[in-house]
């Protein structure tokens, strides 16, 4: 069972950037499919972003912004999200497509206007 661990949220003015990172207790390499999900108060999870294989896919508010990466060697996917907007507020999550996945405490990103 691999557990993941989000990290790098914070508080950021409209237009900054941040770096999100969510790190494997276990190996990812054999991972198909690794995700970053994000909940809004008062609002469902929702998918923002996928890597897949060797592809890469985006929801519509994330796609030209942002940016999902994995690195199988640290066991880490990342997300880094450029041109911040007030609506990018949320606690992202990271997801997983393995035998066993729970959801983590995710990581609080905060945009300021």
């Known amino acids: 069972q691999v557990q993941l661990v989000e990290s790098g949220g914070g508080l950021v003015q409209v237009g900054g950037s941040l770096r999100l990172s969510c790190v494997a207790s276990?190996?990812?390499?054999?991972?198909?499919?690794l995700a970053w999900y994000r909940q809004a108060p008062g609002k469902q999870r929702e998918w923002v972003a996928a890597v897949a294989g060797g592809s890469t896919h985006y929801s519509d508010s994330a796609l030209g912004r942002f940016t999902v990466s994995r690195d199988n060697a640290k066991n880490t996917v990342y997300l880094q999200m450029n041109r911040l907007k007030p609506d990018d507020t949320a606690v992202y999550y990271c997801?997983?497509?393995?035998?066993?996945?729970?959801w983590g405490q995710g990581t609080q990103v905060t945009v300021s206007s």
């Open positions: 997801w997983a497509n393995t035998k066993g996945f729970s």
């Open positions: 276990g190996s990812i390499s054999s991972i198909s499919q």
